[in-house]
């Protein structure tokens, strides 16, 4: 059985790595042709992404998917 210091501190860290990790919004969506893609926005800059939308969700940054910002249209 886990003592209540090691219980508290365990989950102020997951707090800590969710407040850590960056935001991912969706801020549109196109399928077409059997593909998808969407408009993201990642800490202020805007991607579009095709397959790797989870892998911004798991907490991977933009840079090291290798995506560039997506110019405004």
Do not use: C, W
Not at 8 to 13: D, E, H, L, P
Not at 21 to 38: C, E, L, P, W
């Amino acid at each position: 059985m886990a003592n209540p210091t090691s219980s508290q501190n365990s989950k102020r860290a997951a707090v800590r790595k969710g407040l850590d990790r960056h935001k991912v919004y969706i801020t549109g969506q196109s399928f077409s042709g059997g593909s998808y893609s969407a408009r993201v926005l990642v800490d202020g800059d805007a991607y579009f992404v095709e397959f790797r939308l989870s892998q911004l969700r798991q907490g991977l940054s933009p840079a090291e998917l290798e995506l560039t910002p997506a110019s405004d249209e």
